[in-house]
Nanobody, 122 residues
């Protein structure tokens, strides 16, 4: 599956926006569904969004629906997460993952990036 490298995190005020990127190495990127997850301090890693190998079938956690948008560019081996109307509770380390979608559910693969920190604070 190659290496996954996230970027784009940072400090943003509530209501602000960030765009995360996940660059994948290897020639099989377009074969995989991709997902974004996040982990806040003291909490379990949780699903945020996923997208199919072709860029269709985006799906979101209820907590981010209507605010976040996942997309991908297979020509650039990159998946994105546009985050708008950010809230303090969105503060977490965000990770991308290469996996599969089966019966509508995203199944994470074993390949994770190092994560990028998103902090929403005034």
């Amino acid at each position: 599956q190659g290496q996954l490298v996230e970027s784009g995190g940072g400090l943003v005020q509530p209501g602000g926006s960030l765009r995360l990127s996940c660059a994948a190495s290897g020639r099989t990127f377009s074969s995989y569904a991709m997902g974004w997850f996040r982990q806040a301090p003291g909490k379990e890693r949780e699903f945020v969004a996923r997208i199919s190998w072709s860029g269709g079938s985006p799906s979101y956690a209820d907590s981010v629906k209507g605010r976040f948008t996942i997309s991908r560019d297979n020509a650039k081996n990159t998946v994105y997460l546009q985050m708008n109307s950010l809230k303090a509770e969105d503060t977490a380390v965000y990770y991308c993952n290469a996996g599969t979608i089966y019966s509508g559910r995203y199944s994470p693969g074993s390949n994770w990036g190092q994560g990028t920190q998103v902090t929403v604070s005034s």
